[in-house]
């Protein structure tokens, strides 16, 4: 028999049962079911492949007449089967099941679920197009009949895959569900494949009495108290069944949001209950992107209802304004690439559903592309340990913030990574960039919760020098910038507020500290085990215990190296402190308490301007103006922290694109040319890497024609 989508019942109308007397009058939004548990489907056993080319099988127009009849669920061994394959053991490790199903409205079955009960893999196609796998190979990949399952998975919890986009899969009329399950070893004892299909329902609950679904038809649906003769729906009649208690009623989501009042109506018309709910309109995101995929403000807002994986060499494109809820403990895969272009007016959000637990993390493992984020917002997700966490990746975020996370604000291991114009605030540790290609410019970064670090980069001996750079940091009962090991450049920040150290430099490497303000810490500058440090240019004035320190911190690894120039320590508990076999190299400073050993050394009032208020700019007649090594100012202001604007593909900073960029950077990979004076210009075509493409897109580029890239603001991590 044909037939439209059929209803789903609620538990609460699911027979007699359920009617209870004097219960209240209910309302909820009700999924309704495509293809139930226990349909008959064709089926044919993996003894080989099905006919014709590799997933002819899963299309409509497939010819399955010669495929057996069964109803589901299929396999053996778990006695729960209708269909049992009792001759599966020992000879094939596949069951291929093919469903024809009628939709009358594909816009019905926007929120659309596979719920899937299996022992050990399945790889699941709507009309051809693969729409969910488990244990059975990476997303996109072709089953072969005797493929096995690549890990074990036990019946008895059926699992529901959101199907995003399901509305564009579907044709209005004929479609065709084909799943094909695998065991995980012919000798298994056991083998199970059930499927459902499911359309609509509540994609989630909010606020008390907000669910948020899909637009388009929605069945309404509750359970009615004893005596009543009808039920209405915003005054038109529902459909009533007196003898199970319960009544439906259909309707469409067509704006942002409606409100929808139900009232049970006895033999006389009077009113003796209701009920309200409110519905809020979402497109569900959630499973593997099996093509690309453009998230455009007018079709938002989005729910992600259950993860999102964003596979190899399929890119997630996020427009200005776009607003995305994550359901609780949700978050995003990414081994592609994520661009999400926001704009200041129109930032693009990442937050929790109103009401509901934090939601998950973004996790990207060796994600191929170049992931970025401008202007773009996180709060009240979660961190495993990070709400963005990458391993071997490449992230821009720029003009975006991170606040309210439950975790740390970034972590990063072995990534190319650049965060500029940031604010990130009341989080556990903001920033843990650890091995990799760093910078970190004109950033807010403030008010951790629990005793963590702002910034903690943990360098290494041969990768490319750390960049710190005109940021505000303050706020946490432990460090501002805990630097581990690797070359790192610390520039222009202002640090302060924080119960240990404003920066702590700490093992082998090289660091250089210039133009930091550094007040109202614990201690300013710690260099310790052996950490060779350049300071110049620095104010660090007012910290409680200590200005400027070379320290021992692990026994047998020797004090810290510091060559302080052109500096004020002033007003600390103590101005400089050397142990074990540290030593701190002063010339041009101003430092409090004597005269320190060095050349053009002083000890007088900076005269400050307002220290109070944090202002460490100097006032007229400071002998400190005109003390400088270069006959400038002693100290860290005044400062230019204003953004350089370069040109993506400028090699060798020459303000202009010519043969002359491609040429650098050639000589740089081919040649052991001169480091390059800016790796952002280099990077061309923007892939997050300098190597041969950079060159090649700047010959296109200027033999074939084309516009030029845009001017980016930004400043320059050197070479």
Known sequence: MRRGVAFLALAVVCGPAARIAGADLTIAIAPEQVIARGETW???????APAGSALDWTRL?????AWETGAAGFGYGDGDDATTLIDMEDRYSSVYIRKRFEVADPARAAALRLVIDYDDGFVAFLNGVEIARAGAGPPGTVPAFDDLATHTHEAGTPQAFVIAGAATLLAAGTNILAVV?????????????????RAGGALAEGCPGDFYAAAGGLLLAGAAPAGTSAVRVNGAVAELDPALGTWTYRTVLAGSSASFAAEALDGTGAVIATATLHAVRARPLAGILYADLALETAEGPFLVVDELAVPALRRLTIEAGCDIAIGPGVGFAVEGEIRAIGAVEQPIRFTR???????????FEDALGENVFRYCEWSHGGGDPGCLTLTGSTLELYGCTLRDIAGEGVHAVGCTTRIR??????????????????????????????????????????????????????????????????????????????????????????????????????????????????AEHNTFAFNAETGVRAIEKTLGEGGGIVTLRDSIVWGNGVQLLVEADGSIDAAYCDVEGGVAPGPGNIS?????????????????????IGAASDGGI?????????PQTYLRGDANLDSRLDLADPVRILAYLFEGGAALPCRETADANTDGRVDLS????????????????????ADCAGG
Not at 353 to 363: A, I, L, T
Request: charged content about 25%; overall charge negative; glycine content about 12%.
């Open 353 to 363: 559903v109103p009401c509901q637990e934090n939601w998950g993390f973004f996790s």
């Open 61 to 65: 127009e497939f010819d399955d007449g």
């Open 634 to 642: 002693i100290g860290a202001l005044p400062l230019d922290a204003s």
């Open 181 to 197: 399950g695998f065991n995980d070893d012919l000798g298994s004892s056991d083998f199970s494949l059930h499927p459902e299909l």
């Open 42 to 48: 064709r089926f044919l056993r993996g003894r080989a």
């Open 604 to 624: 007088a009032d900076p005269l400050f301007a307002d220290a109070p208020a944090g202002d460490f700019n100097l006032l007229d007649g400071s002998p400190c």
């Open 421 to 534: 114009a940031c604010l990130i605030e009341r989080t556990e540790e903001a920033l843990s960039l650890d091995r990799g290609d760093t910078v970190v410019e004109f950033c807010t970064v403030r008010d951790v919760v629990e005793k963590s670090d702002l910034i903690d980069v943990n360098g290494a001996g041969d990768g490319p020098a750390a960049r710190i750079a005109f940021n505000l940091i303050s706020g946490t009962t432990d460090d501002g910038i805990d630097a581990d090991g690797g070359i790192i450049v610390i520039e222009g920040n202002v640090i302060h507020g924080c119960g240990d150290q404003a920066m702590s430099l700490v093992g082998a490497g090289a660091s250089t500290v210039r133009r930091n303000v550094c007040y109202g810490n614990t201690h300013g500058l710690s260099v310790k085990d052996s950490n060779v440090c350049l």
């Open 694 to 713: 950079d060159a090649v897109f700047l010959l296109r580029l200027l033999f074939g024609g084309g516009p030029a890239p845009e001017p980016e603001d």
